[in-house]
């Protein structure tokens, strides 16, 4: 792909939402220069690695082997004292998907993009933006040094970190409340559960957070943990929690740790605007990880493909003001705001509730004849069997 | 009291920068690197950390 005098788009990051953007617009034949810090895609992984088939089949991507580690047909939740909540293939609904290898999975979104027209430059870090009169003037610093490139609209894809929409004065900030801590290890030789992904909740476990098992292989997962912000006491505590956690349990304590890994994770509700002149914000630097679970792939997918829907016609009618791309707000909003919403409620809930409550609520759903997961069903499930526990959790 | 940081501790997740409230903290090639004149002591940084690479007293 040849260079561009101004790039119809800059889109900084390429995680799977900046990758997703860039293969999308370059599809429509725009012109995108998609910029990556880091000197490979993907790497160092920074996530649980669980993803949705529902994923794949929205941004069109075909399962492969290559980045594939197993299959999952559904969760198994925990309460504090291990009452179990097994949500099989029938109900666990968008839980039902694949463990993946997310450093060749990312590399595999990134060469659609690049096969569909886009130019990817890697160990290229955007370090300053400003506005001239057609768009952004982006200042990009590479091995070879600083120089400066011309984009009509710039895209923000860089992740939790979250530096480039402060650039377009939009403020990322998150409270406390708003953010967990997450440690995880891949590890070998563990016990897992065929097919299944698992979630143990409980404040000595994982305060506001939940300790995650994903099988990668018949004896191979991620372990890790999230904790919320507020409920760190000590330093370091996420790796001893997570340490204490693969101590107390058999299956995993006679296993090795094979790769460390940690991050930010915001458990907040998106920001309220994703749009100004010339400029989105999608992914986790737009805050669109479900703030309950924590997973932000797919959300960050979708309004990647929203986004560059929207930047195409506004490439087409010439009006790329925050008023010309602001369809763009509806388009993503309209699908994941209600649920991260919702979500986000739960999560607050998540953080006061005592362990005796939730040893409650996961017992009155593991007994109620579940159809689906939705808020409606777990309240009538919990309404059933505790009905006092109603107004503790009111939403 | 500023942030320091622990390079041997550290496992590059770089959460602290996400967390920092002033956006004080760069993760560059040559490592983290914390911007003087814009951190405010918090101690965000150093309390979320979730292996325990930052500590107090820097400069």
């Known amino acids: 792909m040849k260079y ?23 599809e429509k034949g725009r012109s995108v220069l998609l910029l990556e810090k880091r000197q ?12 949705s088939k529902q994923l794949l089949k929205m941004i069109g991507l075909e399962p492969d082997s290559r980045w594939i580690s197993s299959e999952m047909d559904g969760a198994i939740v925990y309460s504090p004292s291990m009452i179990e909540l097994k949500l099989g293939p029938e109900i666990a609904g968008p839980e039902v998907g694949y463990v993946i290898q997310r450093d060749r999975f990312d590399q595999a979104i990134a060469r659609r993009a690049a096969r569909a027209g886009a130019r990817i430059e890697v160990r290229c870090e955007a370090v300053a933006m400003s506005r001239d009169g057609k768009g952004w003037k982006v200042r990009i610093r590479d091995l070879k040094g600083d120089r400066t490139e011309l984009a009509s609209t710039v895209i923000a894809a860089d992740g939790f970190e979250s530096h480039v929409a402060g650039w377009a004065g939009m403020d990322t900030a998150l409270s406390p409340g708003n953010m967990d801590t997450c440690i995880q290890y891949e590890m070998v030789g563990v016990e897992v559960v065929d097919r299944f992904t698992e979630f143990f909740l409980g404040r000595k476990k994982a305060p506001g957070g939940y300790v995650w098992c994903f099988p990668k292989g018949k004896d191979i ?9 507020t409920m760190v006491k000590d330093k370091a505590d996420p790796k001893k929690y997570l340490d204490m956690f693969i101590e107390n349990d058999e299956r995993f304590s006679s296993g090795t740790i ?7 994770v915001s458990v907040s509700l998106p920001l309220e605007r994703t749009v100004a002149d010339n400029f989105l914000v999608i992914g986790d630097a737009a805050r669109m990880i479900d703030p309950l679970t924590g997973g932000g792939v797919y959300n960050g997918c979708y309004a990647a493909v929203k986004a560059a829907e929207t930047l195409d016609e506004a490439l087409r009618s010439g009006d790329l003001s925050k008023d010309g791309l602001s369809p763009f707000e509806s388009r993503w909003r309209d699908h994941l705001e209600d649920e991260m919403a919702r979500n986000y409620l739960a999560k607050e809930r998540m953080i006061e509730i005592s362990d005796e409550t939730l040893d409650k609520v996961v017992h009155a759903i593991s007994e109620y004849d579940l159809k689906e997961v939705n808020t409606e069903e777990l309240l009538k499930a919990i309404m059933v069997k505790y009905p006092e ?3 503790e959790i009111a939403l | 009291m500023r942030p320091v940081w622990n390079k041997d501790i550290c496992i590059n997740c770089v959460a602290c920068v996400g967390m920092c409230p002033v956006k004080a903290i760069f993760m560059r090639e040559t490592g983290l690197q914390i911007d003087k004149d814009l951190c405010t002591s918090c101690g965000t940084c150093i309390r979320i950390c979730p292996v325990g690479a930052l500590e107090e007293g820097g400069q």
């Not at chain 1, 094979?258 to 930010?264: P, Y």
Request: glycine fraction near 20%; hydrophobic fraction near 45%; proline fraction near 4%.
């Open chain 1, 4 to 26: 561009a005098e101004r790039w119809d788009c800059i889109i900084i990051g390429a995680g799977p939402a900046g990758s997703t953007a860039a293969w999308k617009l370059a």
């Open chain 1, 40 to 51: 490979e895609i993907g790497v160092p992984v920074r996530c649980g690695e669980g993803i």
């Open chain 1, 221 to 229: 997962a991620n372990v890790g943990l999230g904790i919320n912000a």
């Open chain 1, 258 to 264: 094979t790769e460390v890994n940690g991050g930010g």
């Open chain 1, 389 to 391: 526990v109603m107004e």
